[in-house]
């Protein structure tokens, strides 16, 4: 009997994520660890028993949108508004500092000044996936740090985009100043549809139907679903459009509900992006790209908590509340990983400045999780003490 590779991946991934999370919380470590830690173990450049890791990680993009849908759920425009208009400062200072920080680590490990450049821009970035997964939602204090994280993200994604597109621009061999400009263009009225459309379609459909239970978590997919597709469309990220849909239905008297029945959806794909992040990584440039990966990997460890303390206080947070911010953006982003790999398929980073990158990505995923979990409340804490959700 022919053995169904879909059904195989989905084995592996599962079953092998239930056995190390088994032996991770034994040992009382991250999860997040031990499902980047399969993948490495059975992607390509490890057992390659996942040959090809596309599959994994085009169905783990899914997980961060319904993340991102479920979290705007918690978040009221007027709360989303005030919170953007705080962290816009804090956003692009730290961009900057840490663009001047891992450019200049780029040219002393003798990586090129457009490589060096790139690289510094990657270093602005934060994991949205970490940043919001470890994020508990339960205690007004913890509201609030997730208000700020979820806004600076916010703009992050805006920037990491623009910087997307320039890259694209860039092979094309021109600047695309003006589909950038569209792209400033294009949010705010993505935004203003999103509101128009859940005051007078969804929200009075859901309280027509509100007894049918299949018909609400369908009616939420396709919502989330088709603001992320719409996005992607406008050259928005889809994650931006799943965070706006679920923005606009934060209001509603069911978003509760919504939010917890679409939380076991968003966990499964969540395992699969972990999964994914590990298989995509290539074990045999490790030795090569070590040195670089490992500087990178400790300035955004050691010196984005302390940036974003910095600006965070200048803006009125209290210190104990920034150092908290900071810690939990204190590591690279997915679109790190993004930028690297495309910047290498056009050429505009060779081999070692892009495994660098994505390397550092990497360890500070690792490190960023321990850091948090071990020494902040976190939905997956091992100590009882330090478990929110």
Known sequence: MTQNPIVFTFFLVFTGAAILATAALAARQSLLVAYIGLGMLFGPWGLALVGDATLVSQSAEVGIMFLLF??????????LARSLRRTTLVTVGSAVLLLIIGGG?????????????????????SSTIIGLKLLPTTVLHHQRIGEIIISILLLQDLLAIALLLFLKGLAAGATPWLQIALLVLTLPGLVVFAGLAARFVLIPLI????????????????????????AGLLGLSPEIGAFIAGVAMASSPIALYIAESLRPLRD????????????????????????????????ALVLKPAI??????????????????????????????????LALTTGALGERAAYSLQFA??????????LVVLRFPT????????RRD
């Open 70 to 79: 479920l979290l705007g759920l918690d978040l009221t425009p007027q709360d």
């Open 105 to 125: 680590i780029g040219l002393l490990a003798g990586f090129t000044p457009v490589e060096a450049l790139i690289v510094g821009a990657a270093m602005g970035f």
């Open 207 to 230: 309280r027509r139907y509100d007894r049918f239970r299949e018909y609400i978590f369908l009616i939420a997919i396709g919502w989330c679903l088709g603001m992320a597709e719409l």
């Open 268 to 299: 499964f794909f969540l395992v699969l992006f972990f999964f994914g992040v590990g298989a995509q990584f290539n074990l045999g440039m490790a030795a090569d790209v070590l040195t670089p990966a490992l500087f990178l990997a400790a300035a």
């Open 308 to 341: 974003f303390r910095l600006l965070l206080v200048h803006t009125g947070e209290p210190p104990a509340r920034a150092w908290e911010i900071g810690f939990r953006l204190g590591q690279l982003s997915e679109f790190s990983l993004l930028i690297a790999g």
């Open 361 to 370: 990505t990497v360890l500070t995923f690792l490190a960023s999780s321990y």
């Open 379 to 386: 939905p997956i804490a091992i100590s009882d003490a330090l």
